[in-house]
């Protein structure tokens, strides 16, 4: 258990965030509020400490680029995965990203993007651009409401081409955008 355990939430100033030498920082877009923010809350991670910015879901366009970053510029518009990986490990080689052992999350092991600016760790590998047809909302949901259901309806489920899904809930991976 986390020191947060449910403690009434505030809003206040804090410090932006430094750039990393292999990352960038984000003016924050759109930001989701997830399930897990609310277990984080409940104290249910003990990577959280306070004082503490949540926030995993979320799209930004970058406004600093550090000294080690070669892909990608200020200005850019992006998003990042829920899990963010190191990029040179055997698991992150083999295609598994999500079970880095070094992994960092925004909004748990580090600071989130519930504020107007965002540091992101190991820019080459965790920052994925968004084409000007999607919209800064759209891809917030990416990193975690959509590949959570991704994963659970196509790569556990076996669903396929041609075949249907009700999908019974409520919050972000059951959301549907008309």
Known sequence: MSNLSGKKP????VADPHTP????ILEVQATGL???DWHGWMGHDSDIRLPHVPGHEFAGIIQEVGKGVKNWKVGD???VPFVCACGICSTCQSGNHQICDDQFQPG???WGSFA???????????LVRIPESVSFE???????RFA???????AQGKVGGGQWVAVHGCGGVAYRQS
């Open 10 to 13: 505030i809003l206040t100033q």
């Open 21 to 24: 030498e292999n990352g960038v």
């Open 34 to 36: 997830c399930r897990s």
């Open 77 to 79: 518009q992006v998003t």
């Open 108 to 110: 748990f092991t580090h």
């Open 116 to 126: 107007e600016y965002v540091a992101v760790h190991r820019a080459e590998t965790n």
């Open 138 to 144: 759209a891809a917030a949901s990416l990193g975690c």
């Open 148 to 154: 959570t259901s991704f994963r659970g309806i196509v």
